[in-house]
T-cell receptor, first 118, second 117 residues
Framework: AQKVTQAQTEISVVEKEDVTLDCVYE???????LFWYKQPPSGELVFLIR??????QNEISGRYSWNFQKSTSSFNFTITASQVVDSAVYFC???????????????FGKGTKLSVKP | DAGVIQSPRHEVTEMGQEVTLRCKPI?????LFWYRQTMMRGLELLIY????????DSGMPEDRFSAKMPNASFSTLKIQPSEPRDSAVYFC???????????????FGSGTRLTVV
């Protein structure tokens, strides 16, 4: 069965600190997709990144970076030089490939609430 | 692109009443998902459609919940009769079956906050 675990329920940092959000997943499929979403206090879910299981390259986008390691089934998210606007709940999610490549359901972790204080 | 549009944004209703939530997916997207978010259970899938056909409704809590997608541009989630435990934020999301090399994601609407009193 698929499962996503975000062990950190809440993290509090001071502005400009680096912070890493952990994500561990379980799946039996060899083809799957991993995602990160941000949910700010306003409540919407904002797509940040998608990674497929065949691409273990680390990704960097501005202050955001992602580390995907199949050996440990982890897909961690790091924010460098955090800012107050980064305060939000961050969700890691997993989707398996179905029907020869079509999409499946998104399985979400419970989320990590990040608070960045000035 | 207007994104995924959900209505209403907020709904307060009395126990026993019928509630209908609406969703307009992104034009051209062929998948539509309904999720529910609560503090206790987090984000959980209720049902999803592919090309207007329900694929997996195993997450629908009980017979009081029903979902339809009469065409590619509209879906409804109905609760009849509503109960206080249905209070949650309901999200609709749409997506396009992606191709390798294209960075599609699932796009979520702003959600409907339902309160059943």
């Amino acid at each position: 069965a698929q499962k996503v675990t975000q062990a950190q329920t809440e993290i509090s940092v001071v502005e400009k600190e680096d912070v890493t959000l952990d994500c561990v997943y379980e799946t039996r499929d060899t083809t799957y997709y991993l995602f990160w979403y941000k949910q700010p206090p306003s409540g919407e879910l904002v797509f940040l990144i998608r990674r497929n299981s065949f691409d273990e390259q680390n990704e960097i986008s501005g202050r955001y970076s992602w580390n995907f390691q199949k050996s440990t089934s982890s897909f961690n998210f790091t924010i460098t030089a955090s800012q107050v606007v980064d305060s939000a709940v961050y969700f890691c999610a997993l989707s398996e490939s179905h029907y020869g490549g079509s999409q499946g359901n998104l399985i979400f972790g419970k989320g990590t609430k990040l608070s960045v204080k000035p | 692109d207007a994104g995924v549009i959900q209505s209403p944004r907020h709904e307060v209703t009395e126990m026993g009443q019928e509630v209908t939530l609406r969703c307009k997916p992104i034009s051209g997207h062929d998948y539509l998902f309904w999720y529910r978010q609560t503090m206790m259970r987090g984000l959980e899938l209720l049902i999803y459609f592919n090309n207007n056909v329900p694929i997996d409704d195993s997450g629908m809590p009980e017979d009081r919940f029903s979902a339809k997608m009469p065409n590619a541009s509209f879906s409804t989630l109905k609760i009849q009769p509503s109960e206080p435990r249905d209070s949650a934020v309901y999200f609709c999301a749409s997506s396009l079956w992606w191709e390798e090399g294209k960075d599609y994601g699932y796009t979520f609407g702003s959600g409907t906050r339902l309160t059943v009193v």
